[in-house]
Structure formats: C-alpha cells, structure tokens
C-alpha cells in the first residue's frame, strides 16, 4: 500500500513537500513513479527514482523546480516541489514497481499506485 501526503493550496512560486509511504512493500527493490492528473486532462508522469535513489528523471514541464528522493530506512519517497506555478495544479500519485537499477517511465508498468494527493495552486 502507498499513501502519498502533504498536498495542500499554496500560492504561485511556493512550496510543497510530497511524501509517499509505503507499507507491505520493501522499498528497497522498487522504482518509483510520482504522477499527476488534472481536471480534464491526462495523466502524465512527473518525475521517477530508481530502486537506489541513483537515477531520476523529471518531466521537462517540471525540470530545475521538482526534486525526488528517497529514504529507504523510512521506506517513504519524497517530491520536493519548489516554484509552483497554477498548472501544477492536480491530483498527484505516487506508484511503485518491482524494479532493481533504473527508472521506469511507462505508467502501464506500474502495479501499485496509491490514492493521491491535491496540489492546488492559487493566489
């Protein structure tokens, strides 16, 4: 199970920390995809980890103001979210997937997802 947290309303050109917990799965063995989902509009990936925190990748949409890491002793990932902007407003989701070294950017490919949390950005 995943549990993603700290979403929140912030006005444009602030923060947010995203956190997604895990339980019944070691993190330790599984590549990590944060996503998001707006009104109206198709999912699309963020950012994502490999299973040692070694590689990342991040959407251009988001590139130089989101950072992902992890903490394998917490079993939690993290989306630091700086420079907000309004359309980063959505539902994001962190996902996880039994994968050991790399990234993996293909949504399909993600077997646990959890239930999201709202990023609303608004002055």
Sequence with gaps: QLVESG?????PG????LSC????????????????????KEREGVSYISSSGGSTNYADSVKGRFTISRDNAKNTV????????PEDTAIYYCAAVLRIGTVVVTPKEYNYWGQ????????
């Design 7 to 11: 979403g929140g309303l912030v006005q």
């Design 14 to 17: 602030g923060s947010l920390r």
């Design 21 to 40: 917990a895990a339980s019944g799965l070691i993190l330790n063995y599984y590549a990590i995809g944060w996503f998001r989902q707006a009104p109206g």
């Design 78 to 85: 993290y989306l630091q979210m700086n420079s907000l902007k």
């Design 116 to 123: 999201g949390t709202q990023v609303s950005v608004s002055s």
